[in-house]
């Protein structure tokens, strides 16, 4: 038992200590357009019109914006706030990969896209892939069992304009369930 024991020990510490680069999956971001194929009528749940109408779509236009700006020059940074990974980083996808890992269709401007809570979804596009949540998710698809799992990397108190975060009352203006029956 003993042995073993420490053999399992081994091999988790052999784990930990490779680079974590030589496990990174190289998926593509496809962009919301690509998404949106299979995602945008009635009765497959209109997830492209409710994403399109909420502020998430213009998360990387607010970057853009003088008053982004000024909040990243008060904290310190000398870059333009849609320039800033700093901010990038809860505004946008995609400005932290290869650009070979861009789709034709991905844009930046979009914002919090599909991809950014859903994964890059170079792999599991697919038909015959999203019919099944187990092979989504081998393919790189991010389901967790826990909603509120989605939000709270973005919506915390580092952001510069956080102002405290109600999952139930924020997660009604989002949500974009596939009808039942
Ligand atoms: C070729 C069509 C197609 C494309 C393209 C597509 N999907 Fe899907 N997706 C489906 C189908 C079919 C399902 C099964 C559920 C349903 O009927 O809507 C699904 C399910 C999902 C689910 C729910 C998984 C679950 O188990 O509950 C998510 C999340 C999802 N897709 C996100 C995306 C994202 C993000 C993209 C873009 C990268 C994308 N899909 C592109 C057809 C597609
Ligand atoms: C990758 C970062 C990120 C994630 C993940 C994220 N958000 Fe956001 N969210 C933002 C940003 C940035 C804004 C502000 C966009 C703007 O004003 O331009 C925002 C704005 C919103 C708004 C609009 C605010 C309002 O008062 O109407 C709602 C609602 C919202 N998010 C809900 C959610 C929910 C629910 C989740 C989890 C399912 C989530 N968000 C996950 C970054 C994120
Ligand atoms: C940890 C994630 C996170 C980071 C980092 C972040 N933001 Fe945001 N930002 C958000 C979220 C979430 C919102 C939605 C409102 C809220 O809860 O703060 C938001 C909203 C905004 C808004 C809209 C103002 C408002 O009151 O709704 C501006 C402007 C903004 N951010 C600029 C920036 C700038 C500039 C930076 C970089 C210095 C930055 N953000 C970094 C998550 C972030
Ligand atoms: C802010 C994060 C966020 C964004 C942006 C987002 N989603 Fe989702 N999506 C979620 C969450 C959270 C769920 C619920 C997962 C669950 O039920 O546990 C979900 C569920 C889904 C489902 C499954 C619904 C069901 O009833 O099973 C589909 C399909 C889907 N999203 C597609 C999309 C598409 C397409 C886009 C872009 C147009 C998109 N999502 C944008 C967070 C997001």
Same mark, same amino acid.
């Given at each position: 038992? &003993?042995?073993?024991?420490?053999?399992?020990?081994?091999?988790?510490?052999?784990?930990?200590?490779?680079?974590? /680069?030589?496990?990174?999956?190289?998926?593509?971001? =496809?962009? #919301? $357009? *690509?998404?949106?194929?299979?995602?945008? #009528?009635?009765?497959?749940? $209109? $997830?492209?019109?409710?994403? $399109?109408?909420?502020?998430?779509?213009?998360?990387? !236009? /607010?970057?853009? +914006?003088?008053?982004?700006?000024?909040?990243?020059? =008060?904290?310190?940074?000398? /870059? !333009?706030?849609? =320039? #800033?990974?700093?901010?990038? &980083?809860?505004?946008?996808?995609?400005?932290?990969?290869?650009?070979?890992?861009?789709? @034709?269709?991905?844009?930046?401007?979009?914002?919090?896209?599909?991809? +950014?809570?859903?994964?890059?979804?170079?792999?599991?596009?697919?038909?015959? *892939?999203?019919?099944?949540?187990?092979? @989504?998710?081998?393919?790189?698809? *991010?389901?967790?069992?826990?909603? +509120? &799992?989605?939000? +709270?990397?973005?919506?915390?108190?580092?952001?510069?304009?956080? &102002?405290?975060?109600?999952?139930? =009352?924020?997660?009604?203006?989002?949500?974009?369930?596939?009808?039942?029956?």
């Amino acid at each position: 038992m &003993k042995k073993l024991f420490f053999v399992v020990v081994l091999v988790v510490a052999a784990y930990l200590v490779m680079p974590s /680069t030589s496990y990174a999956q190289p998926y593509g971001y =496809e962009g #919301t $357009q *690509v998404c949106a194929m299979c995602h945008k #009528t009635e009765k497959q749940g $209109q $997830q492209l019109k409710i994403w $399109q109408e909420s502020l998430h779509a213009k998360a990387f !236009k /607010t970057l853009q +914006t003088p008053e982004a700006d000024k909040i990243a020059a =008060e904290k310190g940074f000398s /870059t !333009k706030a849609a =320039e #800033t990974k700093d901010c990038l &980083k809860c505004h946008a996808s995609g400005y932290d990969v290869d650009k070979k890992l861009l789709g @034709s269709k991905f844009k930046i401007e979009d914002g919090i896209q599909c991809e +950014t809570c859903h994964g890059p979804g170079s792999a599991y596009k697919p038909m015959a *892939v999203m019919k099944s949540r187990e092979e @989504s998710i081998k393919k790189g698809m *991010v389901f967790y069992e826990d909603k +509120t &799992k989605y939000c +709270t990397d973005c919506h915390n108190s580092e952001s510069p304009t956080f &102002k405290g975060f109600n999952f139930e =009352e924020m997660y009604k203006k989002i949500e974009h369930n596939v009808p039942k029956g």
